[in-house]
């Protein structure tokens, strides 16, 4: 079994910033993808950030140039820095991992619990 645990959301000022972790932690031979998404009160969850093993990114156009994601490959852990945040950043944040569990073993993807991030103006 697979844990992911964030932490690091809490409340803001408009203007900002917080940092975003997660760490991936258990049955754990390899992490493919990490990503963050996010959800809105009464609205779909959607994808933020993405960062692969390689350590390429993608970001949602609407955090381009203030959020950047980053990960500690050792340690299994991902990182959301959160900067110039508004109003419309206030959701749950949620990690995600592909994990490969063993050698071999198929790619399974977690979420983490989720964390409050909410930005007052």
């Known amino acids: 079994q697979v844990q992911l645990v964030e932490s690091g959301g809490g409340l803001v000022q408009a203007g900002g910033s917080l940092r975003l972790s997660c760490a991936a932690s258990?049955?754990?031979?390899?992490?493919?993808?990490m990503a963050w998404y996010r959800q809105a009160p009464e609205k779909q969850r959607k994808l933020v950030a993405t960062i692969t093993s390689g350590g390429l990114t993608n970001s949602a156009d609407s955090v381009k140039g203030r959020f950047t994601i980053s990960r500690d490959i050792p340690k299994n852990t991902v990182y959301l820095q959160m900067t110039s945040l508004t109003p419309e950043d206030t959701a749950v944040y949620y990690c995600?991992?592909?994990?490969?569990?063993?050698?071999?073993?198929?790619?399974?993807?977690?979420w983490g619990q989720g964390t409050q991030v909410t930005v007052s103006s």
């Open positions: 995600y991992a592909q994990v490969r569990p063993g050698i071999g073993a198929p790619l399974y993807n977690y």
């Open positions: 258990g049955s754990i031979f390899s992490v493919n993808a």
